[in-house]
């Protein structure tokens, strides 16, 4: 099983700066590593997949980067709606589908 | 617009069964992969099983084999999780999700049934 690690588990930030969160994966996964956001009492939403590739209607701040085993989503200017909890997901060798344990995105 | 209905979560003992309902509509969902993916409280996502566009492949997280029964109703838009022997581990909310095209992603979600296991 791959094991996904994200780091760190908090990033405080103030809006309008940039925030860059972190995705490491036990053995390689090539690109195929996918972000969620997810608000409190929301379902997660899908951002990039890819490693980079915007999904639909998704903001050009939002942007990803790596491979292999190293990862990273920036935002690149903070918006209010953008705190939130952050999930990587590598699909590259399955079953099973692994998420990585979360970074929560938090106002400084 | 994809919508995704969960159904079927509520309180059951150790030991106990559920079946959860996801009631789907909004595009056709008899060509879609769909899978489960719980969120236990306060904590990540965790993969649960994937049931392919007409049943015929199906894959579940080692964790839950044997325990676990994912279907589907094509004819009734409905993804189905049969849940037994029940564990207090078992307590999170259970999401289904589709299959984004034949990217093992997710890209539409539901909001989600609570399950919680406790005597």
């Known amino acids: 099983e791959i094991v996904m690690r994200q780091s760190p588990a908090t990033l405080s930030v103030s809006p309008g700066e940039r925030a860059t969160l972190s995705c490491r994966a036990s053995?390689?996964?090539?690109?195929?590593l996918a972000w969620y956001q997810q608000k409190p009492g929301q379902a997660p939403r899908l951002l990039i997949y890819?490693?980079?590739i915007r999904a639909a209607g998704i903001p050009a701040r939002f942007s990803g980067s790596g491979s292999g085993t190293e990862f990273t989503l920036t935002i690149s200017i903070l918006q209010s709606e953008d705190f939130a909890v952050y999930y990587c997901?590598?699909?590259?060798?399955?079953?099973?589908?692994?998420f990585g344990g979360g970074t929560k995105v938090e106002i400084k | 617009e994809v919508q995704l209905v969960e159904s079927g979560g509520g309180l059951v003992k150790p030991g106990g069964s559920l079946r959860l309902s996801c009631a789907a509509s909004?595009?056709?969902?008899?060509?879609?992969?769909m899978n489960w993916v719980r969120q236990a409280p306060g904590k990540g996502l965790e993969w649960v099983s994937l049931?392919?566009?007409?049943?015929?492949?199906?894959h579940y997280a080692d964790s839950l084999k044997g325990r676990f029964t994912i279907s589907r109703d094509n004819a009734k838009n409905s993804l189905y999780l049969q849940m037994n022997s029940l564990r207090v581990e078992d307590t999170a909310v259970y999401y289904c999700?589709?299959?984004?095209?034949?990217?093992?992603?997710?890209?539409?979600w539901g909001q989600g049934t609570l399950v919680t296991v406790s005597s």
């Open positions: 890819g490693a980079s």
């Open positions: 909004g595009f056709t969902f008899s060509t879609n992969t």
């Open positions: 053995q390689t996964v090539s690109t195929n």
């Open positions: 999700a589709t299959q984004f095209y034949g990217v093992k992603i997710f890209d539409n």
């Open positions: 049931i392919s566009s007409d049943g015929t492949y199906i």
């Open positions: 997901q590598q699909y590259d060798k399955w079953p099973p589908l692994t």
